[in-house]
C-alpha cells in the first residue's frame, strides 16, 4: 500500500437500513420490533394518536403527556421517579402535532419492573392538581422568558400569518391559556386517546423473547375506551395579505427574521429531490445563504433554510437573526440568492459537494439502533412508506443542476413568501 496516494473516494449507491418486524398485539395494537443491539438495553416506545391536532383547547395535549409522571393509583410522582431511578431507566414524555410519545430505556433484567411502572402510568394516571399547578407555574415562567426572545415571536408570527388563527398552528398560546388547564381538561382529553385503539409501540435494541413476551403481557389485553373513533380532522389556512409583518421588541439587540410560505408535504413525489435543493439553499454549513450572508457580508452568525412539516403542508422557512440596521440588506441578499437559483444551473462541483453532504449525514443517521427506531417511527407517523429511505438515496445521486433549477423556480418564490421580522424599529 502506497501511503502517498489519497484513497479513491467512494460513492454510496446502495442504501439498506435493517427493515423492522411488524406483528400485532392480541388487542391489536400494532408492535414493530426493531432488534440490532449489542448491548443488554432495550428501548420502548409507545405512540397515542393524540398531539395538538386533536385537541378541544391550546395546551391539551402537552400537559396530558406531562403529567403522567407526575402521579398513578399505585405511585407517586416520587416513587416512580425513584424507581426508574433505580432500576437504571430513563423515561422521555414528549409530543407533537399528531402523537403523544412516552420513551422508556431500560436494562433488559429490570423489564419487567420498568413496565409495572411505564403500565401503571398509561393506564391510570391521576392528574394531581397540586403536581399540575407546580408545572404550569414552571412552564408560565418559561414562556414569559420565551416571549422576550424575537426569535420566538417571530417564529409563532410567521405560524399565524401564513394558517390563521382556526388553523392549529396559527393558534398562538397566551398566558392566560395556562391558567384554564385543570386536571378535567386533561382527564378529558386522556379518555378519547390513551386507549388501546389508538397506540402503536415500537421496541429496539437487544429485544429478545422475553422482552417481547413481557411486552405483550403488560399491554396485549384492551385497555382504556378502545372502542372509540376518532375522526381525522382537517383546518383551512387562511393567510393575512400583507407581505411584511413586523413585531415591535423596543429593547431587541437584534432581529429575528423568518421568511417563509406553505409548501408540499413529504409525500409529494418532487419532495425527494427539493430536499437536495434546500439543502444547497440553506441547509447546511456551506450552504448558498451562509457562504454569501454569513462568510461574505458579515450580516449574521447563521442562517438557514429548509422546510417544517404537518399533517396538511409543509412551510418552507428561511431563518436568522441579524443587528436591526442589516434586517433589510440582509432581506435582500436572500432574494439575490433565489434569483441565482433561478437564472443559473448549480456547478457539479457545488452539487457534488451537497451530494456528498447529504449522504454522510444519511448514514451517520442510522448507525444505531436507537436511531434506526427514530427512523421507522417517522416512517409510520408520516405516513411514508419503506421504500422511503432508498427513494431518498437515489434522489440524491441522481438529481441534475436542471432539475435543481427548475425545482427553484417553482418552489422558491420570492412573491409568494411572508418576511416576518421581530425586533426594534428603526426610525
Not at 500500500?1 to 439498506?16: A, C, G, H, S, V
Not at 448491548?39 to 383547547?57: E, N, P, T, Y
Not at 411584511?244 to 423568518?258: G, H, L, N, P
Request: glycine fraction near 6%.
Amino acid at each position: 500500500m502506497d501511503r502517498t496516494i489519497q484513497p479513491e473516494i467512494q460513492t454510496l449507491k446502495n442504501f439498506r437500513i435493517l427493515t423492522p418486524v411488524r406483528t400485532t398485539l392480541p388487542n391489536g395494537i400494532p408492535l414493530t420490533v426493531i432488534n440490532a443491539g449489542e448491548q443488554d438495553v432495550v428501548r420502548m416506545d409507545i405512540l397515542f394518536a393524540g398531539g395538538r391536532w386533536q385537541q378541544s383547547q391550546k395546551l391539551q395535549a402537552l400537559f396530558t403527556n406531562r403529567m403522567l409522571r407526575e402521579g398513578t393509583a399505585k405511585y407517586t410522582a416520587a416513587t416512580i421517579a425513584e424507581k426508574l431511578d433505580y432500576y437504571g431507566s430513563w423515561l422521555e414524555l414528549s409530543s407533537s402535532s399528531e402523537y403523544a410519545y412516552i420513551t422508556v430505556y431500560s436494562l433488559n433484567k429490570y423489564l419487567a419492573k420498568t413496565l409495572e411502572v411505564v403500565e401503571s402510568m398509561i393506564k391510570e394516571p391521576l392528574f394531581p392538581e397540586k403536581e399540575l399547578r407546580t408545572i404550569l407555574d414552571t412552564n408560565i415562567q418559561q414562556y414569559l422568558v420565551n416571549t422576550s426572545k424575537v426569535d420566538f415571536l417571530a417564529h409563532r408570527s410567521l405560524l399565524k400569518s401564513l394558517y390563521g388563527e382556526q388553523h392549529p398552528c396559527g393558534k398562538i398560546v397566551m398566558e392566560e391559556d395556562y391558567h384554564i388547564i385543570t386536571p378535567d381538561v386533561l382527564r378529558d382529553f386522556y379518555e378519547r386517546h390513551y386507549h388501546s385503539g389508538n397506540c402503536f409501540i415500537f421496541l429496539s435494541g437487544k429485544v429478545t423473547e422475553d422482552s417481547i413476551r413481557r411486552v405483550t403481557d403488560t399491554f396485549g389485553v384492551p385497555f382504556g375506551q378502545y372502542q372509540l373513533q376518532m375522526p381525522k380532522l382537517s383546518f383551512p389556512f387562511a393567510a393575512v395579505p400583507e407581505k411584511r409583518i413586523f413585531t415591535e421588541r423596543e429593547d431587541a439587540m437584534q432581529s429575528a427574521v423568518k421568511m417563509g410560505c406553505t409548501t408540499i408535504t413529504r409525500e409529494h413525489p418532487d419532495y425527494p429531490k427539493l430536499r437536495v435543493l434546500m439543502t444547497l439553499f440553506g441547509g447546511y454549513f456551506g450552504s448558498r445563504l451562509m457562504s454569501n450572508i454569513r462568510e461574505e457580508k458579515g450580516y449574521t452568525y447563521g442562517i438557514s433554510a429548509g422546510i417544517m412539516f404537518y399533517p396538511d403542508s409543509g412551510t418552507l422557512l428561511v431563518s436568522t437573526e441579524t443587528d436591526n440596521e442589516y434586517v433589510e440588506p440582509l432581506i435582500q441578499e436572500v432574494y439575490h440568492e433565489i434569483d441565482r437559483l433561478h437564472q443559473e444551473p448549480v456547478s457539479m462541483e457545488e452539487l457534488t459537494m451537497v451530494r456528498n453532504y447529504m449522504l454522510g449525514e444519511m448514514c451517520r443517521s442510522y448507525e444505531s439502533p436507537f436511531s434506526l427506531s427514530d427512523a421507522w417511527i417517522f416512517i409510520a407517523t408520516s405516513g411514508l412508506t419503506d421504500d422511503y429511505f432508498s427513494d431518498s438515496l437515489h434522489a440524491v445521486n441522481e438529481i441534475t443542476p436542471a432539475e435543481i433549477q427548475d425545482l427553484a423556480q417553482r418552489y422558491l418564490c420570492k412573491e409568494t413568501l411572508k418576511e416576518v421580522i421581530a425586533g426594534k424599529k428603526l426610525s
